[in-house]
């Protein structure tokens, strides 16, 4: 399911039209984005929690040429699903 389709979907289970959905899920995303940005963590308890996580820098291998180059550290975003998703 793409960005469409769950405004679809969450617009028809809520009745509310397709447009204040799409504001709303922009919304959502935007708030989000810019909470883990800042170094927040987000949690939604059942469904999961957004937050930050660092990568260490590392050697690596450019799969071209086979050449070992250095992969610089980087922040990255973790999502951690909740409980209701464990299988």
């Known amino acids: ?5 769950l405004i ?20 959502f995303i935007e708030t989000v984005t810019r909470a883990v940005s800042d170094g927040q963590t987000i949690q939604l308890i059942g469904f999961g929690s957004f937050s930050t996580g660092n990568r260490a820098a590392r050697k690596g291998r450019n799969p071209s040429t086979g050449e ?3 992969i610089t550290a980087a922040k ?5 699903v909740g409980k209701a998703w464990r299988i």
């Not at 679809?8 to 919304?27: L, Y």
């Not at 990255?76 to 951690?80: A, D, E, G």
């Open 8 to 27: 679809e979907a969450v617009a028809e289970k809520t009745g509310d039209s397709k447009a204040e959905t799409g504001a709303v899920i922009d919304a």
């Open 1 to 5: 399911m793409n960005k469409h389709g």
């Open 76 to 80: 990255t975003v973790k999502f951690t």
């Open 68 to 70: 070992e180059m250095s």
